[in-house]
């Protein structure tokens, strides 16, 4: 009678994990199945990406030039859009980060907060807010279990 219970307490926990996975895998349909750098959308006359459920996604131009005039051309051949606002569930509480030195050096200047580090930055729910209005396009929500 032990065995079945240990059985079936390990296949609920597995079945737990799956639906755990696929609620993620859902809320992170809108997220690009491949990412083009900011050089290469200020190219394209209607800047879209698509995400990995098939949508079209459109980035405005305006937000573009924005990020545009923080970097150096370099960083505009490097920098690929959209940027990634992460869920951080190691941080009790909850909170969001940026990864990425260009990514961080862009966030960092938007929502005028120097960046615990020059490749990470965490956000709270207000800096999340700031930067998701002023580059509404260009930055998308990834959830991370």
């Given amino acids: 009678?032990?065995?079945?219970?240990?059985?079936?307490?390990?296949?609920?926990k597995m079945v737990d994990q799956l639906s755990i996975e696929k609620l993620i895998q859902s809320?992170?349909?809108h997220v690009p199945a491949k990412r083009s750098s900011l050089e290469q959308l200020l190219e394209q006359e209607e800047p879209t990406y698509s995400g990995?459920?098939?949508?079209?996604?459109?980035?405005?131009?305006?937000?573009l030039d924005k990020i545009a005039s923080l970097l150096e051309e370099r960083e505009r051949r490097k920098l690929k859009l959209p940027i990634y606002i992460s869920t951080d569930t190691a941080y009790p509480g909850g909170a969001w980060k940026i990864?990425?030195?260009?990514?961080?050096?862009?966030?960092?200047?938007?929502?005028?907060?120097?960046?615990?580090?020059?490749d990470e930055m965490r956000l709270f729910f207000p800096h999340v807010s700031d930067l998701r209005?002023?580059?509404?396009?260009?930055?998308?929500?990834?959830?991370m279990p």
């Avoid at 009678?1 to 609920?12: D, L, P, S």
């Avoid at 990995?52 to 937000?63: A, C, H, I, P, R």
Wanted: hydrophobic share 30%.
């Fill in 27 to 29: 809320m992170n349909r």
């Fill in 99 to 118: 990864r990425g030195r260009i990514e961080v050096k862009v966030v960092s200047n938007l929502i005028k907060r120097e960046p615990e580090n020059d």
């Fill in 133 to 143: 209005k002023i580059l509404p396009t260009a930055t998308t929500v990834l959830y």
């Fill in 52 to 63: 990995k459920d098939g949508t079209e996604y459109s980035l405005k131009k305006e937000e």
């Fill in 1 to 12: 009678m032990e065995v079945e219970y240990t059985i079936h307490r390990g296949a609920h």
